[in-house]
């Protein structure tokens, strides 16, 4: 289930960025359940991303030795083996990845209708 926990964020994530969008985007050419899936789409695709750029690497899970030492000085539960700033910053690349790609879907589905 640990494993499984990440990627649920992302898409959970991600389909409510991509629902927010699709509602704010103007036309209203686009479904909510569409820009949900599309969201969910991008929040996996974008925590990949953002998982390939330094800086962010370390927030979403994979951190390095130091910062591993650093939670467990702070009171994380080793038991467990969940890291909830991971899972928190999964959740929010998820939610601007599926916000960005249903933008974008949301664009060309814009221009292919006229």
Do not use: C, H, R, Y
């Not at 030795?65 to 890291?83: H, K, N, R, V, W």
């Amino acid at each position: 289930m640990e494993a499984l926990l990440p990627i649920i964020m992302q898409l959970v994530g991600g389909g409510a960025g991509g629902a927010a969008v699709s509602k704010l985007m103007s036309g209203g050419n686009m479904s909510a359940v569409l820009g949900m899936v599309t969201g969910a789409v991008g929040g996996v695709g974008g925590t990949f991303l953002a998982g390939m750029i330094p800086g962010l690497s370390g927030m979403l899970g994979k951190a390095t030795d130091m910062a591993g030492a650093a939670s467990d000085a702070a009171g994380a539960t080793a038991a467990s083996g969940l890291d909830f700033g991971a899972l928190a910053g999964q959740g929010a690349t998820g939610l601007v990845g599926g916000g960005i790609l249903t933008g974008v879907v949301s664009l060309i589905k814009g221009v292919m209708n006229k």
